[in-house]
């Protein structure tokens, strides 16, 4: 790391000159005392693991059975995919579509590009287009809305309750826990050193 960083910051536009940080140190702006950043102890390994173990949630929540529902001696399954479809075929398309992205496109997007920035980093090396996949995953990151999602889910089958049995599917408790270990691999992540890492390859 350089000597000395020029950081903004967010909360009262201070610049503020920044030295050294030791790792599980944070660096605060001299002004108001906000936070400007924090080195955190094996990031780069802890992020990975988390995404990982994310990855792997994820897949499961997709590809497997979410909820059945058991209705006069019948079973229907469903899966995310089906449910943004059903919701599609029940003549709302915008609500599928938010579905879709905040659920499905952006978590997705969010997992494969801390995989592909962080694990050659772990394994030193490099690829051109890691600082345009970094920027887009601080995009995309607003869009990850899984725990509305998930509250929708749960207003939804307390209505069905009486109507049906409802049961739960293993991507139901892979989503469930897709949520922290998500919310995980993001609290993991160090930008500051990974920006540093990019910065030096380029
Ligand atoms: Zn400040």
Redesign the pocket.
């Known amino acids: 790391m350089s000597d000395a960083t020029l950081i903004l910051?967010?909360?009262?536009?201070?610049m503020?000159r920044i030295g050294e940080v030791p790792l599980g140190g944070s660096a605060r702006?001299?002004?108001?005392?906000?936070l400007?950043f924090r080195r955190i102890r094996n990031s780069i390994d802890r992020t990975l693991a988390f995404t990982l173990a994310g990855m792997v949630l994820f897949l499961v929540a997709n590809l497997l059975p979410f909820l059945a529902f058991k209705m006069q001696g019948q079973v229907t399954d469903t899966t995310l995919a089906t449910g943004v479809r059903s919701l599609y075929e029940q003549g709302r398309p915008l609500v599928a579509t938010l579905v879709l992205i905040t659920t499905i496109v952006a978590p997705f997007v969010q997992l494969v590009s801390l995989i592909l920035i962080l694990t050659p980093m772990k394994l030193g090396f490099a690829f051109p287009g890691q600082v345009a996949l970094f920027r887009t995953l601080h995009k995309v990151e607003t869009w990850s809305m899984m725990e509305v999602f998930m509250l929708g889910i749960l207003v939804s089958l307390v209505k069905l309750l009486g109507m049906a049995e409802i049961v739960p599917g293993i991507a139901l408790w892979s989503f469930v826990l897709l949520i922290p270990v998500l919310a995980a691999a993001n609290a993991s992540l160090d930008h500051h050193l990974v920006w540093d890492r990019l910065g030096r390859n380029s």
Not at 9 to 14: G, P, R
């Open positions: 910051c967010h909360d009262c536009d201070q503020n702006c001299s002004r108001c005392g906000g400007l």
